[in-house]
């Protein structure tokens, strides 16, 4: 008898004795006449040579592509969040009356969107290509109406530091005031205010509409919760900036606001947690090094939220 290397994708030919067939036992007839032909059921006949395939890869590649995201992507997230919440705190606080908190909170926006600019463009490459996305206005892409929130954004909070650094320097007082356009700055106050009140929400919030506008299965499936994260960091981020820039007494609303985002922050992430492993997709964000990220993110969103409903109480002043 010849021997060959295939021969050990076969299966043996003795199986054991046969049992006899159980009297009354159903079989179909058209399975019973393939076994018979092909010789499956005498333990012999065709067997798959190939193993069955799984599919892990294509061609050695990964199937999900890595995102090409660097560092100016992750300071373009941040800061584009400390913005949008600061722009929200200035209106608060040019309705409130309270002058110290509005003065910081509008050159915080203006400072924190120069920031995001810069790093969006860093990442972009030229800046012409920022630009090209001004030619037109497309609703149904996240990019060209991000564009047109973060342009529309900066031009208020433009207008608004302006008339800020006018009312430092004592335009409002008879001052020499802001050389050149102080004048022609302190009509628009109200305009760049209702700009940050039109445009600092969606700023904090189209981010996570254009990370989840992808094929990536964790941004695809998190495109109904990552806004309201986004918004609750947001919230958080600025507040706290508010915190370390500002007295104590002067700092009340900015406080309450970084709790209010540390706690929307948790609920909101507990939640995209629930929906990613209902859909089978939750494992990216707790293994390796994403994992010890997610980690290290939700205990310092909980220490910040905890240290700020703690801060008046220790330094023992008003939270007004």
Known sequence: MTTSEFDSYFPAEYAGPRRRRRRGAARDLAARGSDWLTGR?????????????????????????????????????FTGGVAGGSGLLAVGAHLAGRDALRTSARLTALAAAGASGVALIADLGRPERFLNMLRTLKLTSPMSVGTWIFSGYSTSAGLAAACEVDRLLGGRRGGPGLPVLGALLRPFDAVGTAGLALFSAPLAAYTAVLLSDTATPVWFESRRHLPQVFVSSAALASGGVQMVLLPTGAAGPARRLAALGALGDLVAVHRLEQHLEHEGVLEPLHTGHPGTMMRTAKACVLGGGLGALAAGALRGTPAG
């Open 41 to 77: 059921a005498r333990g012999r006949g065709e067997q798959p040579v190939v193993p069955v395939p799984e599919f892990s890869s294509y061609y050695g590649q990964g199937v999900v592509k890595a995102v090409p995201w660097k560092h100016e992507i992750s300071v373009y997230l």
